[in-house]
């Protein structure tokens, strides 16, 4: 025959090492939660801006790669035809989306790398950790160009402002 008092202890002792065991897990929890909301703000922090190749275009993105910003210099209009610096602006602002995802990708990282136990593993019905970090956007490539017609030639003195296309 066994013990009743000692079977009681054991138990108790079992019941208390588990106890344990939870409380640990929950700390974790609670530690990898915050971290992964920390990480998520930073992410949802990220903006990025691009400037074209000749100065003419800036753009600046934020995390989503919306665009929250775009300025032309004074002389942007003076220097190229509308189908030019619509092809320069869309190629800046493409940079500029590929800087903030890179940027989004690099905060998202560790904590898409280092991933411990995930509850929603072991308990039905428990959000995943996963899901509390945002995903990252995909980047648009550039549509291809559409023909038209060739433009005027740029040296003939006159601005875009004196054509008559409007």
Do not use: Y
Request: without cysteine; hydrophobic residues 40%.
């Amino acid at each position: 025959m066994t013990d009743p008092t000692g079977r009681r202890a054991e138990l108790e002792a079992r019941n208390a090492a588990m106890r344990e065991h939870v409380d640990s897990l929950l700390t974790e929890l609670r530690a990898k939660t915050a971290e992964l909301h920390e990480t998520a703000a930073r992410a949802q922090a990220v903006s990025a801006t691009a400037v074209s190749r000749d100065g003419s275009v800036r753009a600046s993105v934020d995390s989503t790669g919306a665009l929250t910003a775009l300025e032309f210099s004074p002389n942007a209009f003076e220097r190229t035809t509308p189908e030019k610096l619509a092809k320069l602006t869309t190629e800046t602002v493409l940079q500029a989306v590929a800087k903030a995802r890179a940027e989004v990708n690099e905060v998202l990282a560790p904590a898409q790398e280092g991933a411990s136990v995930d509850l929603s593993e072991f308990l039905p019905g428990v959000p995943s950790l996963a899901d509390l970090l945002p995903k990252p956007p995909a980047v648009p490539s550039p549509a291809p160009p559409r023909r038209s017609p060739a433009p005027p030639d740029d040296d003939d003195g006159d601005t875009i402002m004196d054509r008559s296309g409007w």
